[in-house]
Structures are given as structure tokens and as C-alpha cells.
């Protein structure tokens, strides 16, 4: 891989495989504001997204009223690994570079 290439990542959810193509992907409830939109009360308009920064994914939750959960521990900002499952609200989103 070139320096400075950035590896694809995938986020599946609801049986969907999508990929991360920009450097802020967020997620949230905005059909307008988020690149992957969860038409839910539950969840924030703006409410998490992945960041590429210093060459990697992260997970960072954007001020969000219910949070973003790793292995049930809420977070602010995680990095993300191979197969690593994310819990928003009662959805959860899988990572993977496959």
C-alpha cells in the first residue's frame, strides 16, 4: 500500500456492506446529514462518525444524548480494528477491511 493511501473500510449494518469513502463518515438520524442515515428517534441527528486521522479509523461520537458502546463501555472516540462491533442505540454496526 502506498504511504498515505488509506485502506478501505467497510461498515455493515442491517445485513448491508457499505463503504467508508470520505475521511468524516457520520452517522446519525439526518437523511441529509449522515452518509449512513438510521431513521430513528433514539438516535442524534449527527451522531457518531468514522474519522481517518494519522492513518487510521476511529469511532467518535459526536456529543450524542445516548452514545456510542464498545463490548457495552460507552465511548468517545475508539480506535477501529478488524471486526470490531460498535452498539448505537439498538443497532449494531461491524467494522471490517475485507
Known sequence: MAAGARPTLY???N????PVSKDEFVIGRGSKTADL????GNISR??????FQGGAFWMKDLGSTNGVEFHSRRIDSKRIDEGDVYQICDYELRFTYQ
Open 11 to 13: 461498515v455493515i449494518f
Open 15 to 18: 445485513g448491508q456492506k457499505i
Open 37 to 40: 442515515p438510521i431513521k430513528d
Open 46 to 51: 449527527r451522531h457518531a462518525a468514522v474519522v
